[in-house]
T-cell receptor
Framework: GAVVSQHPSWVICKSGTSVKIECRSLDFQATTMFWYRQFPKQSLMLMATSNEGSKATYEQGVEKDKFLINHASLTLSTLTVTSAHPEDSSFYIC????????????FGPGTRLTVL | SQQGEEDPQALSIQEGENATMNCSYKTSINNLQWYRQNSGRGLVHLILIRSNEREKHSGRLRVTLDTSKKSSSLLITASRAADTASYFCATVASGGSYIPTFGRGTSLIVHP
């Protein structure tokens, strides 16, 4: 199956700093990637859809200036949490659809962000 | 927005027993998918069932879909300690976006 990687696996940062999370499709091209946020024992909340070569589409209630998304190539999407605060601490997961878009998603292993 | 709701929220069983998780949703779907998530990890796709299918098997997994009741169930037979994880159903709406919407998940603990 297709492999999606994320980097870093975990990050601890001070309040006010910015953190960049990378999501890579390793053995396939992804014109679209999705970014999710997950709180402990909660469901995945879709934050935004990352589109290669164009602007990301954000879900309602997600601050686009806070969560900057860049999809510069067919294998890489990045999520930058700007001026992070403790409430931004969460588990961030990316995914990419397979060849048949309505079928399974391939998920990265997730990034645990802790803001002190 | 459409969301699958899993039931129960948590399930604790002994190795060798069967585990059944249920998912209910609200509107018409193109397909329903089940995913597994180990603690602190990403999701792994388990099985997809389309709206015109009623049952699907994959190894020890059996998924059923009842579109009239807007519900699905995931059965794990002869469970193992390694099956301990959270299980999520995700629905893809018909006639709309292909982005799946996830439920809250069922936390399964299998005791050795």
């Amino acid at each position: 199956g297709a492999v999606v990687s994320q980097h870093p696996s975990w990050v601890i940062c001070k309040s006010g700093t910015s953190v960049k999370i990378e999501c890579r499709s390793l053995d396939f091209q992804a014109t679209t990637m999705f970014w999710y946020r997950q709180f402990p024992k909660q469901s995945l909340m879709l934050m935004a859809t990352s589109n290669e070569g164009s602007k990301a589409t954000y879900e309602q209630g997600v601050e686009k200036d806070k969560f900057l998304i860049n999809h510069a190539s067919l294998t890489l999407s990045t999520l930058t949490v700007t001026s992070a605060h403790p409430e931004d601490s969460s588990f961030y997961i990316c995914s990419a659809p397979g060849i048949r878009e309505f079928d399974e998603q391939f998920f990265g292993p997730g990034t645990r962000l802790t803001v002190l | 927005s459409q969301q699958g709701e899993e039931d129960p929220q948590a399930l604790s069983i002994q190795e060798g027993e069967n585990a059944t998780m249920n998912c209910s949703y609200k509107t018409s779907i193109n397909n329903l998918q089940w995913y597994r998530q180990n603690s602190g990890r990403g999701l792994v796709h388990l099985i997809l069932i389309r709206s015109n299918e009623r049952e699907k098997h994959s190894g020890r997994l059996r998924v059923t879909l009842d579109t009239s009741k807007k519900s699905s169930s995931l059965l794990i037979t002869a469970s193992r300690a390694a099956d301990t994880a959270s299980y999520f159903c995700a629905t893809v709406a018909s006639g709309g976006s292909y982005i799946p919407t996830f439920g809250r998940g069922t936390s399964l603990i299998v005791h050795p």
